[in-house]
Nanobody
Framework: QVQLVESGGGLVQPGGSLRLSCATSGFTFTDYHMAWYRQAPGKECELVAAITNAGNSTQYADSVKGRFNISRDNGKNTVYLQMNSLNSDDTAVYYC????????WGQGTQVTVSS
């Protein structure tokens, strides 16, 4: 049974940072590329960042390039999203996923950027 458990969200002031984690189980982690998605109220699900299964290549949405960094620890079956210089447009529920899951599906973790 595939499990993706996101954590690390919270309330942060503009300009602040957060680090999201996604602990996984139920599949061979090193076989899958991983991604982070987000969905803000009233908006469509958006791909934020992705990383290859070996961790040697990444891609980012234009809106987060230079501010967010995706990484993974294949020994811990965990993928991370370091988010810096946060602004109100980053407020959303963040989800991790791979080809076995639907984007923006599951519990996610809420990120709220507000003063």
């Amino acid at each position: 049974q595939v499990q993706l458990v996101e954590s690390g969200g919270g309330l942060v002031q503009p300009g602040g940072s957060l680090r999201l984690s996604c602990a996984t189980s139920g599949f061979t982690f090193t076989d899958y590329h991983m991604a982070w998605y987000r969905q803000a109220p009233g908006k469509e699900c958006e791909l934020v960042a992705a990383i290859t299964n070996a961790g040697n290549s990444t891609q980012y949405a234009d809106s987060v390039k230079g501010r967010f960094n995706i990484s993974r620890d294949n020994g811990k079956n965990t993928v991370y999203l370091q988010m810096n210089s946060l602004n109100s447009d980053d407020t959303a529920v963040y989800y991790c996923g791979n080809s076995m899951s639907s984007p923006c599906w599951g519990q996610g973790t809420q990120v709220t950027v507000s003063s």
